[in-house]
């Protein structure tokens, strides 16, 4: 379906705060994913593919990587002589002397851009969620059914939709709820953060909501109930172009969240695939040589198994398995790297164990560090979740000033 009067505007501004550490000097949509992506690519991956060309990117939190990686690995993919952009929007207070103050508020600040392109739709879309969607798809949707608002759902948990696919009630994120869907009816529907709107039924709306000011001036609380029941609201059921027989999407807004999710795209069947030539998943492309696995001899033997090694990483007489390397990492002799995630320019010394750990940029794990075996000692040094999750954050760098790990367990709580 041809989306040129279509216009994408994606909420990447959120602080991310149950992603912490990982999102203390990055965005959420910043965060690497994968070994080589960052979580934003999958959306705007769906952009491309969908032949959505006009997007605007609304950033605000810790933006600085998020914006370089998108002039760097984004802007050149469309063509700009012909109209097309992939554009970054910071708040720029144009209608109100506020920060963004939440994802309606983010989109009526730039109310006036969105106005300046003139589109008949616009597709309210989120940089945090990893899934793989065509728009085009619930674009034709919409407007065969002449519908006003189009929301994509998922058969999970709460929202209300008639036989007909048409909203006749809107929960968001109840605790509990009777509602059944009717495209399965043993399931409810559940909001995948992904709306189309009929621009002048769009505007309106988000002018409203700024004039109140007791709403939160977000999309599931306040846009959605207040405009329901005035105009033709309908729900798209969630086709999934991984192409696999569950339904994929994922919110990758905590660590276990997180966590699990690469695990999918590093398991010997990806539960999300990245290797499908028909919905390529895009990124900046850094200059690395092919990855290197070196050392043959008993008991030091350079190997991956059931795992993502990005380029420039060494893994020298070591054993990785069940993780995902970024770029540039290496792992030296004797040590072993098992259900982890290791972020690019991070050295892990030799006789290393490391298990069930997430590793950010540029750590360097001196010789016989052992991460993800006792969690109340990991806990003296590192960051480490309820479940047993452990985060090494550059505070914990060989080659950094220490920070307290009372500080970050009680920036957790």
């Known amino acids: 379906m041809p989306m040129k009067d279509t216009l994408g505007v994606l909420l990447a501004g959120g602080a991310g705060e149950r992603l912490f550490p990982l999102t203390r000097d990055r965005a959420k949509p910043a965060v690497p994913f994968g070994g080589q992506y960052r979580i934003i690519d999958i959306t705007l991956s769906n952009c491309i593919n969908s032949d959505l060309r006009r997007v605007y990117i609304l950033t605000q939190y810790k933006a600085l990587s998020l914006n370089r990686h ?45 106005g300046s392109e ?11 969620h990893i899934y793989k969607m065509n728009y085009g798809k619930m674009l034709r949707q919409h407007l065969d059914s002449g519908a006003d608002v189009t929301l994509a759902t998922l ?3 709460p929202q209300d939709v008639s036989r007909n696919g048409e909203v006749t009630g809107f929960l968001e994120k109840p605790k509990k709820t009777d509602l059944r869907s009717p495209f399965n ?33 977000d999309f599931g609380h306040n846009i959605l109930p207040a405009i329901l029941g005035k105009y033709r609201m309908f729900a798209y059921n969630f086709v999934d172009e991984n192409r696999k027989e569950a339904l994929y999407w994922r919110d990758v807004g905590t660590l276990e969240a997180y966590y699990d999710a690469n695990m999918d795209v590093a398991s010997v069947s990806p539960i999300f695939n990245l290797y499908d030539n028909s919905w390529p998943i895009r990124t900046r492309v850094r200059q690395y040589p092919p990855a290197k696995f070196v050392f043959g001899e008993p008991g030091r033997t350079g190997m991956s198994i ?35 995630i290791v972020f690019t320019h991070v050295n892990i010394g030799r006789h290393c164990r490391i298990r ?31 479940t047993g999750l452990t985060v ?15 500080f970050l367990q009680e920036r957790r709580e």
Not at 119 to 127: A, D, E, R
Not at 310 to 318: D, K, L, P, R
Not at 357 to 386: M, Q, S
Not at 392 to 406: F, G, I, K, M, Q
């Open 155 to 157: 058969p999970i948990e």
């Open 356 to 386: 069930r750990a997430i590793i950010d940029r540029d750590v360097h794990l001196p010789e016989g560090t052992v991460i993800g075996y006792d969690p109340n000692d990991d806990r003296k040094n590192y960051f480490v979740t309820p």
């Open 70 to 114: 998108i002039r760097e690995g984004w802007t050149s993919v469309v063509a700009q002589e012909l109209g097309e952009f992939i554009e970054i929007l910071p708040p720029m207070q144009r209608v109100s002397a506020n920060w963004y103050m939440g994802t309606a508020d983010a989109v009526y600040q730039n109310i006036y851009s969105i």
């Open 392 to 406: 090494v954050t550059r505070d914990y760098s060989l080659y950094e000033n220490p920070v307290a790990p009372d």
């Open 118 to 128: 003139q589109p008949k739709h616009v597709l309210i879309l989120s940089g945090d």
């Open 306 to 340: 059931n795992s993502l090694v990005s380029g420039g990483c060494i893994v020298s007489g070591a054993v990785v398995r069940n993780s995902v390397l970024s770029q540039d990492v290496r792992v030296n002799s004797y040590s072993e790297v098992d259900s982890s």
């Open 185 to 217: 009816p043993t399931m409810v529907d559940a909001s995948m953060g992904v709306y189309l709107f009929n621009t002048d039924v769009l505007l309106p709306a988000l002018i409203k909501d700024a004039e109140d000011p007791e709403s939160q001036h």
